[in-house]
């Protein structure tokens, strides 16, 4: 299977449908479960064009039995360390491993290596605590919970996320 693989213009595994766009100022909330291992906001990102994402949790965030972070705090869209995993080892079945466990991720397929990052490499709105990034490509944004593949039945817990365009 060539899922691994990308050519330019050609984009196996992916709807047709790429979403509705947001004109600048417009905002859209979804509920996101920590279950889904692809969830299709069903809003075309523009290439170029800053977003803002914030973030309520509405149930705790659980990976199997993993209720806390590194901190003894509540996982939530930041994830854990790899250090908290009953094995380190099993840090190498994580679909990014270069990103935390349980990490909120964002994802356009149109351009996968460019646009995935975790909710932690995005730049802080430190008035309102907003998440602020400009897209890599045209397409539709999906969210995941960076955990194993085959292991989302597991997970516990959901959020209220509105994503807005600021420009």
Partial sequence: MLSGCSFRGVYLYESSDQGTPL???EHRNFHFFTKDPNYDTGINLQSGANYSLDITILSYWIDSHIEKNEDQESIDERGFAN????????????RS???RWFELM???SRCSRESLRGITELNVNGENGSYNFTAACDGELTLFVNDSHGF??????????????VN
């Fill in 23 to 25: 004109n600048s100022g």
């Fill in 83 to 94: 250090s908290v995993m009953p094995y380190e080892f099993l840090g190498l079945t994580r």
């Fill in 97 to 99: 491993k270069e990103h």
């Fill in 106 to 108: 964002l994802y356009q």
């Fill in 152 to 165: 989302y039945g597991n997970n516990v817990g959901y959020a209220n996320i509105t994503l807005s365009r």
